[in-house]
T-cell receptor
Framework: GESVGLHLPTLSVQEGDNSIINCAYSNSASDYFIWYKQESGKGPQFIIDIRSNMDKRQGQRVTVLLNKTVKHLSLQIAATQPGDSAVYFCAENSGYSTLTFGKGTMLLVSP | DTAVSQTPKYLVTQMGNDKSIKCEQNLGHDTMYWYKQDSKKFLKIMFSYNNKELIINETVPNRFSPKSPDKAHLNLHINSLELGDSAVYFC????????????FGPGTRLTVT
């Protein structure tokens, strides 16, 4: 399958659990952060974003937390569903019209 | 009513050939991008165009030449293909030059043999 040989960090959860995916970013001057979800064979899809003047933002079943002190971003997914299985990327605004993407975390949700 | 579309979805070709990938967006955005995703899923910006003008070129070999005939299209032409060019190429678009929410196409899987 597509995951063979990828060696992405993987988070395995049971359906109904809450999931937390973490991301460390590199540029302390970044002022905008975004989480994307990429399902197998598809392009990245926007989940939620946050600006550096906030430390928390909530969407539908998702929450993003930003800790600028330690340059850490997390994505929390409540009541994880099998359809949430995908690779999740964080990205930061690293300059003019540029998003720098993190390495990705694979989320596997078992029924 | 696809927002960002790319053709072809799959492209298999031999080393040394020249190929093009096309991208179109119907979102009315004025900024478009090309990204390369390698076998480890690492996603990296290649080019960014705003109103048909190149604004970002992230040290991509000059065998890669983007062309934007209008704001809704950004095509990628690759000359003298190499094995290392094998990857999935994504087109994306956004409104304005600030890298806010970018909408991605479905990707083109390029395999060079």
């Amino acid at each position: 399958g597509e995951s063979v040989g990828l060696h992405l960090p993987t988070l395995s959860v049971q359906e109904g659990d809450n999931s937390i995916i973490n991301c460390a970013y590199s540029n302390s001057a970044s002022d905008y952060f975004i989480w994307y979800k990429q399902e197998s064979g598809k392009g990245p899809q926007f989940i939620i974003d946050i600006r550096s003047n906030m430390d928390k933002r909530q969407g539908q079943r998702v929450t993003v937390l930003l800790n600028k002190t330690v340059k850490h971003l997390s994505l929390q997914i409540a009541a994880t569903q099998p359809g949430d299985s995908a690779v999740y990327f964080c990205a930061e605004n690293s300059g003019y019209s540029t998003l720098t993407f993190g390495k990705g975390t694979m989320l596997l949700v078992s029924p | 009513d696809t927002a960002v579309s790319q053709t072809p979805k799959y492209l298999v070709t031999q080393m040394g050939n020249d190929k093009s990938i096309k991208c179109e967006q119907n979102l009315g955005h004025d900024t478009m991008y090309w990204y390369k995703q390698d076998s480890k899923k690492f996603l990296k910006i290649m080019f960014s165009y705003n109103n048909k003008e190149l604004i970002i070129n992230e040290t991509v070999p000059n065998r890669f030449s983007p062309k934007s005939p209008d704001k809704a299209h950004l095509n990628l032409h690759i000359n003298s293909l190499e094995l290392g060019d094998s990857a999935v190429y994504f087109c994306a678009s956004s409104q304005g030059v600030d890298p806010y929410e970018q909408y991605f196409g479905p990707g083109t899987r390029l395999t060079v043999t």
